[in-house]
């Protein structure tokens, strides 16, 4: 991975962002400024991966309205994806919440030192460990860490704060149950990334004991649905737009605002918060989202990288086992996390 610092380098990243503003490329310059990302250019091999993958986006979601008939199509499309191999799974019910352990075969325990608390996305309506299973397998290898899968509280049945009361409960039971906090690193996709974001700035909040690291790949920041993104990238997003924010925003919160910084985290004071990878697609709806939490992160201290991928589209991370990039993306998270770990994997 090359560091983003050259000018010519930042350039064509922020020329790689499908229909961007100047807004929008500004927050490249200053989100970026010592962020890393695969390649300035999209591949022509990636480009051709990627419109395969939006190419099955279309035929499950296109004429999937209400979000009930969203979660059957992502549940469909991930039906599809391979069982991660070399690793071993076990069903977990951390004081209530289940969930499935993951670590990998070479290493022959139950539970050891270093965690991931991986918290799925899927608009709080949606997702489940079998459709996150394979990414989570592929940082348990990575990683040489422990995946807890979270099997979160869902819409509608369930709504805020059901969902980061959920991820506290596992949070918690990991600390209880032998792992040092400073060997916990969350990470959450859209949704999951929100979810990692909130939970742990209520942490920060009780004054409670913090992961090591936190890892947002495309989180759901403003639920007020405020950043340039969500116009300018609505025709290449086939997987997130405005009126499927909106149904989700008045279904989780309800009467709440949408700028309330217990449920955005783009609106909260960040003072204190762990070192934190950010993951973005440029292609993506919620594409500032993630430029404007990275530049208000940075600017209140927080150890922020933050990751722009040329051509990507939004859950482009789900998917090691079609897209380079989403492979290389998931061994940047896995890096980040080793990092991170007080107790480091040995080499």
Known sequence: MRQLKSASFLRAAARSLVGASVISALYVVLAMSSATAEDAQQTPKSKEQVEKLVGLFHQHFDGAHSLTERRTAFRKLMDAAPEPSRVQIRHIDADGVEGEML???RLHYPIGTRAILYI????????????????????????SADVFLIDYRLMPDYVYP??????????????QSGYRSENIVIVGDAAGGNIALEATLR?????????????A??????????????????????VVGKPQLEAVRKAYLGKMSPTDPDASPLYADLKGFPPLLLQVGSRETLLDDTLRFAAKAREAGVDVTSE??????????????????????NQRIAEFAMKHFADQPQE
């Open 162 to 175: 059901t969902q980061i009361d959920d991820a506290l409960t596992v949070f918690r039971w990991l600390l």
């Open 103 to 105: 670590w990998p075969a």
């Open 308 to 329: 722009v991928w040329p051509g990507m589209i939004h859950q482009w991370q789900l998917f090691p086992f079609w897209l380079d990039d989403a492979r290389r993306s």
């Open 203 to 215: 942490q920060m909040r009780a004054m409670r004991p913090l992961p090591a690291g936190v890892v």
């Open 120 to 143: 799925h996305g899927g608009g709080f309506y949606s997702g489940s460990p079998e459709t996150h299973r394979a990414i989570a397998g592929s940082l348990a290898k990575a990683a």
């Open 217 to 238: 790949m495309s989180p759901l920041t403003d639920l007020a649905e405020t950043g340039n993104s969500m116009k300018e990238n609505a025709n290449s997003d086939p």
